[in-house]
């Protein structure tokens, strides 16, 4: 079964940081294009950034708001996706999901994880 | 960072039709947006609907299609059915920075 499952949420004080792990089974994440997205309670969705596959790189993309603060990384001999938040502020409380969206191949996918909750607040 | 733009709330009517839209901040909607539509229902994580302005995933319900129109995206929902009642996103690319719409919140009574 494909699954992804995000760890590593929780209570942070403001300018903290917090690494997220979003471990895939069913896949491997070499060539597989990954995504971060999140949501603050009540609101829209935000997109955090991208790896993309081996294949082309391993290149990353992250949003303009958020660079130099969140970095995307991938461990292919851990199956597991990254998302390293530093100096944390209190509108970075979400719940942030990892999404594999397609593969080197161009093979589309659109598998999620249930969410991590992180709470910046002191 | 482009602004994506999409109608805060539609209603429809169960079997009618409804266009959701997707507007850019940076001009005309054009395929390298690789537009995306995603639904989302409270308390589940969003799924993505259609991909690259047009293309289903094989969940996908044959009454949503995708097109791009007047220089925005855009999704059309034909025959709506209760189920349909959901939060929709649009997903632009810019450059491989992806920005998303605000959502529409799709109501169908």
């Known amino acids: 079964e494909v699954q992804l499952v995000e760890s590593g949420g929780g209570l942070v004080k403001p300018g903290g940081s917090l690494r997220l792990s979003c471990a895939a089974s069913g896949f491997t994440l070499t060539n597989a294009w990954m995504k971060w997205v999140r949501q603050a309670p009540g609101k829209g969705l935000e997109w955090i950034g991208r790896?993309?596959?081996?294949?082309?790189?391993?290149?990353?993309d992250h949003a303009a708001p958020l660079k130099g603060r969140f970095t995307i990384s991938r461990d292919d001999s851990k199956n597991t996706l990254y998302l390293q938040m530093n100096s944390l502020k209190n509108e970075d409380t979400a719940v942030y999901y990892c999404t594999h969206y397609r593969d080197s191949s161009g093979l589309r996918a659109d598998t999620w994880g249930q969410g991590t909750l992180v709470t910046v607040s002191s | 960072q482009a602004v994506v733009t999409q109608e805060p709330s539609l209603t429809v009517s169960p079997g009618g039709t409804v266009t959701l839209t997707c507007g850019s901040s940076?001009?005309?909607?054009?395929?390298?947006?690789?537009p995306y539509w995603l639904q989302q229902k409270p308390g589940q994580a969003p799924r993505t609907l259609i991909y690259?302005?047009?293309y289903k995933h094989s969940w996908t319900p044959d009454r949503f299609s995708g097109s791009l129109l007047g220089g925005k995206a855009a999704l059309t929902l034909s025959g709506a059915q209760p189920e349909d009642d959901a939060e929709y996103y649009c997903l632009l690319s810019y450059s491989g920075v992806g920005v998303f719409g605000g959502g529409t919140k799709l109501t169908v009574l």
């Open positions: 940076t001009g005309a909607v054009i395929s390298n947006h690789y």
């Open positions: 690259d302005t047009t």
């Open positions: 790896i993309k596959g081996k294949a082309e790189g391993g290149t990353t």
